[in-house]
């Protein structure tokens, strides 16, 4: 297909105004017409699902089978099957909340109904899942797509290990099977290690300034003075946003005291129920809140393109993180808000997710110790053996299970016959990178210069330039007029 024959389905997803973004068409011929492996790394907001789904239109029009698409949040899941079905696609999800519609999907794709199915990385670890799911990848699917794929990479601000499981998946397919990998928030190092991972992929990138963002940097020691400053500003800022906090009690405090102050908010969070989640999520696409007060379950992907707002209630742990959340404000207007509130706090909460991001060692090996001994056992029956906190039993599990060493069935978790042999080194350097980033986010926290630029430079975008409207920018920019201009 030709881009001139794609544009009236860009428009049809998009509206009837709707222009091919620089870089956009280039991505769908690649892939779709083309058939290569592709990384494509975009700012927030260009519009990396337009080019897998229009993809996956034109690859079905030529008779190919369905696209898998990887994609890391259900909140992405739901705002993607809903841009999907403007183009007429047929997309579908399995997951641990939607259960009961699991055998309709297994029908429609062997039907040949499903157009697009979304599954999580964590599903790639269920055993019956990938026995229904192996057919498909190595006999009709029609694309392979990575959302987010800088969680592939050891060294991208939000690696999961569930990623890793993606790379194994890949083996399994046919070389004709063309593969998209898109993100946001990957620098030189993270695209070398995913391009390391997946042969023959090679990598699109664009400029990743956000033209449409105004950055703060307010540093406000103390909770109190936090909160103070949000219930005088927050209903002076243009449409309605998100508040990211670094932990779950923090979202309900916010939010808590914000509806105190009669601003409409609602705390989001991973200890929330999925209709919870899915009714928060819709009353701020609705603008019936004026903000979420959310952790980062409420991150990668969520798209409402009006989003007046971002504001962090503490600092992030990397710049990257940062730059990844910030993007959320701005798709779709010409000016927009991300303010960096930090404090005190800030550093002790980032030390502990670092300190705690790989589990002890004696946990893991004491966990295949008991494995090897007692056979299949719960998580409760491993944690009684063990004098170590559940979180880090879990953490333990998950790794090893990653690592093909234990598996987890409905009875419980068992040893697998592979041996294993512990990463040190790698959790050691991973663990002086995620310093590293933490002191970079101090300094970009204190920066005098421009705070887009700086961003843009931390993810080694050869395009950075000053944005000329950050307050750092405003603020020389106010020094140099002329008086009339004041």
Sequence with gaps: M????????????????????????????????????????????WGKSVVYF???????????????????????????????ERLGIRAATIHSENLEAWPAVETALRENRCDVLLVSPERLGN????????????????????????????????????????VRV??????????????????????????????????????????SLRLFNIRLDDQAERLAWLAHFVPQLPGSGIIYCLTIQDTRRVA??????????????????????VEAEQLLLDNHVKALVATVALGMGFDKPDLGFVIHFQRPGSVVAYYQQ?????????????????????????????????????????????????????????????????????KALKLLEVD?????????WSRTPNPWTPEVE??????????????????YAAHAGCLMEFLSRALDDPAAVPCGKCMNCSSRTERRAPPRAL
């Design 170 to 211: 890949m083996r399994y397919l046919p070389p004709r099977v063309p593969v998209l990998c898109t993100t946001a928030t990957a620098n030189d190092r993270v695209v070398r290690d995913v391009e390391a991972q997946i042969a023959s992929l090679h990598t699109l990138r664009g400029p990743l300034v956000r033209h």
């Design 54 to 84: 229009l993809a996956t239109k034109i690859l079905r029009d030529q008779g190919a089978g369905p696209t898998l698409l990887i994609s890391p949040l259900l909140s992405l899941m739901r705002n993607q099957i809903l841009a999907a």
């Design 256 to 277: 808590q005291w914000l509806q105190r102050q009669g601003i409409e908010a609602r705390a989001y969070n991973a200890d929330m129920a999925g209709e919870r989640r």
């Design 426 to 443: 790698r959790w050691h350097r991973v663990t002086q990178h995620r310093r590293e980033e933490l002191a970079q986010m101090q300094r």
């Design 127 to 166: 055993v019956d899942f990938m026995q229904k799911l192996l057919p498909l990848i190595q006999g009709s699917i029609g694309l392979f797509v990575v959302d987010e794929a800088h969680c592939i990479s050891d060294w991208g601000h939000d690696f999961r290990p569930d990623y890793r499981r993606i």
């Design 326 to 394: 910030v993007g959320r404000a701005g798709r779709a207007v010409d000016n927009a808000f991300g303010i960096l509130l930090s404090g005190r706090e800030d550093d002790e909460i980032t030390d502990y997710f670092i300190r705690t991001a790989f589990p002890p060692l004696e946990v893991m090996q004491g966990a295949l110790h008991i494995l090897e001994k007692a056979g299949t056992l719960t998580l409760d029956d491993i944690g009684a053996s063990l004098n170590h906190g559940r979180g880090a039993i879990e």
């Design 2 to 45: 030709t881009k001139d024959a794609a544009l009236p389905l860009l428009r049809q997803m998009l509206g009837p105004t709707a222009e091919f973004r620089d870089g956009q068409w280039e991505a769908v011929d690649r892939v779709a017409n083309q058939g290569e492996r592709l990384l494509v790394v975009q700012r927030t907001g």
């Design 404 to 412: 093909g060493a234990v598996q987890h069935e409905k009875r419980g």
